[in-house]
């Protein structure tokens, strides 16, 4: 089972990262709706 520190947020952030580089996932999630943020997983991992 994930840690307390893990989490969907988190998850999204560390995809984010590996996808468009820390600096531009570091603004990301403002610029994200929450259901977005849901999408966006899952179309980096297809």
Do not use: E
Not at 27 to 44: E, S, V
């Amino acid at each position: 089972m994930p840690g307390p520190l893990l989490t969907p947020q988190n998850v999204t952030f560390q995809r984010l990262s590996k996808a468009i580089g820390p600096r531009r996932a570091a603004t990301a999630p403002k610029m994200i709706d929450p259901p977005h943020a849901q999408i966006i997983p899952r179309l980096l991992i297809a």
